[in-house]
């Protein structure tokens, strides 16, 4: 078992029966989404909303009850990766391009469990990953100016054939690179947010409630904020 499926197991075990899920997206999430397929197997009704279209396809094949948000006003919990974490559970998410729907399922639970290998642990956010920002295409050489003000280096993502990469909600992302990292998280989130033509950035501050660290050799460490 290696370190994204020893904290994915681990975290299914916060979904209590009758909960009503957040169903984050991801390698590591993955395997939660397995350990609650494998409960729906056992005869358990697990429902949730999905944050992305990849977690949606997996949730059904798996058997997983979808919900839209219009079904509910909170989640009981949700369950989701990051790209980094710190020791205050400030994170960047949104590597896999659902920052926006993953930052909205979040404010929505009352707990917030997140599942990582140890490499995502760091002690300043910035330094191995870069952020992304989810931005309105048309806006997108502007807010590229205004964030390359902030202090950072931003970079469109494409595909790997060198196609406009678009989000589920069809926007771009730049992701930005921070030469000595984030100094102040908060901080930066709130000056992106006031960019006009930024959807969202991957900047996950006051979110978290449980760090969930899987090992290689099956060692898991939990951690309460």
Not at 92 to 103: D, F, H, T, V, W
Not at 173 to 187: M, N, T, V, Y
Request: proline letters at 4%; charged letters at 25%.
């Amino acid at each position: 078992m290696d370190a994204k499926e020893t904290a994915g197991r681990a975290a299914a075990a916060y979904a209590l029966p009758g909960m009503v899920l957040g169903l984050g997206t991801g390698s590591t999430v993955h395997w939660t989404l397995v350990a609650l397929g494998e409960r729906v197997a056992r005869g358990e009704r697990v429902r949730g909303v999905a944050t992305s279209v990849d977690t949606e396809t997996k949730a059904r094949a798996m058997g997983i009850e979808l919900l839209s948000l219009d079904a509910v006003e909170s989640l009981d919990l949700a369950i989701d990766g990051a790209d980094e974490i710190d020791a205050e559970f400030r994170m960047i998410k949104g590597g896999g391009g659902a920052l926006l729907r993953e930052k909205v399922v979040a404010s929505l639970a009352r707990q917030v469990v997140i599942v990582v290998g140890a490499n995502k642990v760091v002690t300043r956010l910035g330094t191995t990953f870069a952020l992304p920002v989810e931005v309105v295409p048309f806006a997108r050489p502007m807010v590229a100016r205004r964030l390359s003000l902030l202090g950072c280096t931003p970079r469109v993502r494409v595909h790997k054939d060198g196609a406009p990469y678009r989000t589920d909600n069809g926007n771009a992302i730049l992701d930005c690179s921070f030469a000595q990292g984030i100094d102040q998280p908060a901080e930066l989130e709130r000056a992106i947010d006031t960019i006009p033509g930024v959807v969202e950035s991957g900047l996950f501050v006051g979110l978290a409630h449980v760090r969930v660290v899987g090992y290689d050799d099956g060692r898991c460490d939990v951690v309460r904020l």
